[in-house]
């Protein structure tokens, strides 16, 4: 129960102090101390109309107090138990007084304590701060210890921060009792009880609140104290500017022009509020007799506005892949996508409904009008944003962040329209309330309102069926009782059970699908790391390789099944869903192989909840799935408690309250709100996708102690990592994993950092790759195993400069030159590179090459065969989500192709083509 009131009322705070950290830190250039004062500043003038209304409620109280004190003492004098009791309730309600109203005395400490634990929550275990000092401040992560007397040492802050913090109490409670005095000074010395052992930036914090607080009770002595306030501020915004004009060098011309646009915005407020005033006099003076109307609709607003925002939005981003938010949280007995929506749902419920609903049950009658008008004019846009103005981003990695160089407003055209419609239905809302129809835009609320519930329900369903998917391949592990599943691994577990079974006397098949390994890395990593083309003894390269889609969604089937699953060969088979044809694709090669006396098995399929579990296991192939149930215990082996305790699915969880902020803004402003895929988060290395990397990584780098060998038989094993797919910088020169990265190695791509991390993550799994391969040798498997290694696809938009040879735009810019080598049985001698056109379909050709003559599809009866000899179709787009293809079609109407033949290195040798489908409706 405490947790769920922690998140609905104390985090969407700490998320708001948390974004104006990294806002100020920004601004003063990583000076934390400075950010620190920011963001107490910051949070007080937010604070500052809520305790404005807090204090005039307390006043109100104190002027009855005072009017019925003389009358309350005398009927005090002569009445006694429950005599006195029934005069003093009738003397009160004589007064429209109730002994709860005194209550309101406490309302202004019972608004800081939520900003007050935010704070605390936040900054108490903010490990940036560590070691960072700031003027006489040593360590902000630590107590200041500003004295020392002996060996005794004294946090000086605590002490200013009482000192002020009773300063300004006496000048507040100037004028009132000994008893409310005495309340704000024990106030003060439990906060110096409970900070006086705390960081020094948490004190600090404290004590730029306590000094602006004494400003606030000094400027309340003064006549127009708003007004002194407001030129103060002004000032203040003016020296910013200047700073950022003319004594920041680093500046940007956009942060320049940012702040002079904040300036003007700011310098107008008078002007706004005269222009309000006058027009809610003039024209909307009639509403004030139906704040109960308004009232309605803002709290059905902001019911609509969570059920967007903290159910739909996130809902439907889990629902595009249940498998893979599963293994972010969650234990390795249940892995529930659902657990990663918790936090989000009880913090945007907080944000939305709490928050919102306490700041409109404080406001006057005047604001709750403009407020109910202000969060339906949000809803309407907001549900206008996300359904019609949403912008193709691209698919979004696991951290909640989209692909390099996303444009998010898109052409003008595009942000210019939804401005104009953002306006028309500000006008809208307007002319209703200006004619009085407040109840018809509740009723359009409460459609929308109902509207969203069946979209929840079928996205939770969506979400279960994908749980239930994944559940059930790995339970059920297709029937079979030859390779057990995994079993569950508790960090201080060193043994796992090997599940990977290869053969001493027989022939093995292995195919590795290396998700997004970029096929022009390859001869980097070799000459970055010499040694590793010893380990690779044996293998033939094939730089001059395309794939045919440039996400696993459709670039996966025709590595897995063959020319036949290419994604035009796809959409003329009108039998089968695109799930069930991916499926078997999937299950091509080990349906094959079993026939032909191999023992087969599946590990880590991507999209296991894109198919049917029961597809599988009535095949009689062992399907698993891993991934993730060895990272504690690779951190442990490693001994990487930072990476450990870091739990990087806390970033996730806060992100997703950031999307649905992002998807109900207009396109011009969420470039702001994503800010390189930060959120406006703190953390440094905000880009590295450790969740993702942990899960990868570990299962490369156990495969030695996961694979096993059996004295007869022969086996296929179709294993696919997504290790390539992550973003990551490692360490260099292994390529390691670690949670501090000092040495990035070589730069190959002239400072592209996204680059970068790619060969970084292509680097490790080669690494990973190569000691698995020193294991197999070991156990005297290595020349009797037949090794294909392939990618789906590559990434899109690599950079081509420094040491890298320059690639056309057409390999470069669509994600379509993927890995591909492979070692026969028996090779040895040095890598070898073959310029042989080549595709990843030919992956099922070269696996059954020599073993098993006239290869048939097993589903289809076709032969197996290359259909590239008049080049190959590459199709163009970016829908790469389960989601987009329900039906069977693969390709829209009207589809773009690139068509290329024969060598990909020439310019000439690319066509772009379009083709029309009459059947194309692929949503």
């Not at 892949?321 to 657990?339: K, Q």
Request: with cysteine; proline share 5%; charged share 20%.
């Amino acid at each position: 129960m405490l947790d769920i009131l922690f998140y609905v009322i104390i985090y969407p705070l700490e998320l708001i102090i948390e974004s104006a950290y990294s806002f100020f830190n920004t601004v003063v250039k990583h000076n934390h101390g400075l950010a620190v004062m920011g963001i107490s500043f910051f949070v007080s003038l937010l604070c500052l109309p809520l305790y404005l209304k807090a204090e005039e409620s307390q006043k109100k109280e104190r002027e009855i107090q005072t009017r019925m004190a003389k009358k309350t003492a005398v009927i005090k004098k002569y009445f006694k138990g429950d005599e006195r009791h029934m005069v003093l309730s009738m003397y009160y309600r004589e007064n429209h007084y109730h002994p709860l109203m005194a209550l309101r005395s406490s309302l202004s400490l019972l608004t800081q304590i939520p900003f007050f634990i935010a704070a605390y929550s936040f900054l108490s275990h903010f490990e940036l701060l560590r070691g960072e000092s700031f003027f006489f401040i040593k360590d902000l992560g630590a107590p200041d210890k500003l004295l020392s007397i002996g060996g005794f040492s004294i946090n000086v802050l605590p002490i200013l921060m009482t000192l002020i913090n009773a300063v300004s109490g006496a000048v507040y409670s100037k004028g009132f009792s000994l008893r409310e005095r005495l309340r704000l000074y024990i106030v003060a010395l439990i906060f110096l009880a409970l900070l006086y052992h705390s960081p020094a930036a948490l004190t600090l914090y404290w004590t730029c609140n306590n000094i602006f607080s004494l400003a606030k009770n000094t400027l309340a002595k003064f006549k127009h104290p708003e007004r002194i306030l407001y030129f103060g501020m002004l000032a203040a915004f003016f020296a910013a500017l200047i700073y950022v004009l003319y004594f920041r060098p680093y500046s940007q011309s956009g942060s320049k022009k940012i702040t002079k646009i904040a300036f003007a915005l700011f310098a107008g407020i008078p002007v706004y509020l005269a222009f309000i005033h006058y027009a809610g006099k003039k024209y909307f003076s009639h509403l004030k007799e139906m704040t109960k109307d308004a009232g309605l609709l803002f709290f059905l607003s902001c019911a609509a506005l969570f059920s967007l925002c903290g159910l739909f939005i996130p809902l439907n981003i889990v629902a595009s892949d249940p498998f893979e938010f599963a293994l972010i949280a969650g234990t390795v007995g249940d892995r529930n996508p659902f657990s990663v929506l918790r936090q989000p749902v009880l913090a945007s419920f907080g944000l939305f409904v709490f928050w919102s609903g306490y700041i409109f049950f404080l406001a006057s009658r005047k604001l709750k009008l403009i407020f109910s008008f202000g969060i339906s004019v949000l809803l309407f846009a907001g549900i206008i944003n996300t359904f019609f103005f949403s912008g193709e981003y691209g698919m979004l990695s696991r951290t909640l962040s989209f692909p390099e160089g996303t444009d998010f407003a898109g052409a003008p055209s595009f942000w210019m329209i939804n401005l104009m419609v953002i306006f028309i239905v500000f006008l809208l809302v307007l002319v209703m309330y200006r004619v009085k129809k407040i109840k018809i835009l509740s009723a359009l609320t409460v459609i929308c309102l109902a509207g969203f519930i069946p979209l929840i329900v079928l996205k939770s369903a969506d979400i279960q069926k994908g749980r239930a998917a994944y559940k059930a391949v790995s339970e059920n592990n297709a029937g079979t009782a030859s390779t057990p599943a995994p079993p569950p691994q508790s960090p201080d577990n060193a043994e796992i059970q090997p599940v990977i079974t290869l053969s001493k006397t027989g022939k093995n098949v292995v195919v590795i699908m290396l998700d997004r390994a970029v096929g022009s890395y390859l001869p980097l990593v070799f000459n970055d790391l010499e040694y590793l083309k010893n380990k690779f003894a044996g293998f033939v390269y094939y730089p001059n390789t395309v794939s045919f889609y440039s996400h696993t969604i459709l670039g996966a089937p025709p590595l897995f099944g063959g020319y036949e699953y290419t994604p035009e060969n796809s959409h003329k088979r009108k039998d089968l869903l695109m799930r069930d044809k991916y499926s078997e694709a999937t299950l091509m090669m080990p349906t094959l192989f079993k026939s032909n006396g191999y023992s087969a098995s599946i590990f880590d399929i991507p999209y296991v909840n894109f198919t049917d579990a029961q597809f599988f296991t009535e095949k009689g192939v062992s399907v698993q799935n891993f991934a993730g149930e060895y990272a504690d215990l690779f951190l442990k082996r490693l001994g990487e408690s930072a990476l450990l305790n870091s739990k990087p699915e806390l970033r996730l969880r806060r992100n997703f309250v950031m999307l649905g902020l992002f998807m109900i803004s207009p396109p011009v402003l969420r470039k702001a709100i994503y800010r390189d895929g930060s959120y406006w988060d703190t953390m440094e290395n905000n880009r590295q996708d450790f969740i993702g990397g942990i899960n990868s990584y570990s299962i490369l780098y156990f495969l030695p102690e996961l694979t096993k060998t059996a004295d007869s038989g022969n086996d296929f094993i179709l294993l696919a990592n997504q290790l390539p797919h992550e973003e990551l910088f490692l360490q260099y020169p292994e390529y390691k994993l670690t949670s501090q990265v000092t040495d990035f190695g070589p730069d190959f791509f002239n400072g592209d950092p996204s680059s970068l991390m790619h060969y970084h993550v292509n680097a490790a799994s080669y690494i990973l790759l190569a000691r698995w391969f020193d294991a197999l040798r070991e156990m005297g498997v290595y020349d009797n195993t037949r090794i294909i290694i392939a990618a789906d696809h590559d990434t899109v938009a690599y950079g081509t400069g420094g040491n890298v040879k320059p690639l056309l735009p057409e390999i470069a810019n669509n994600g379509c030159n993927p890995v591909l080598l492979a070692k026969d049985f028996s090779a040895s001698g040095d890598i070898k590179t073959d310029p042989a056109f080549m595709t990843n379909a030919d992956v099922p050709l070269i696996a059954v090459n020599g073993i098993i003559p006239g290869a048939k599809n097993p589903f289809t009866g076709n032969e197996l065969k290359p259909d590239k000899e008049n080049g190959v179709n590459i199709l163009q787009g970016d829908f790469g989500q389960p989601r987009d293809y329900p039906g069977y079609a693969a390709l829209d109407k009207n589809s773009h192709f690139l068509h290329v033949k024969d060598s990909i290195f020439v310019k000439e040798n690319w066509t772009g083509i379009f083709k029309e489908y009459a059947d194309g409706n692929r949503r």
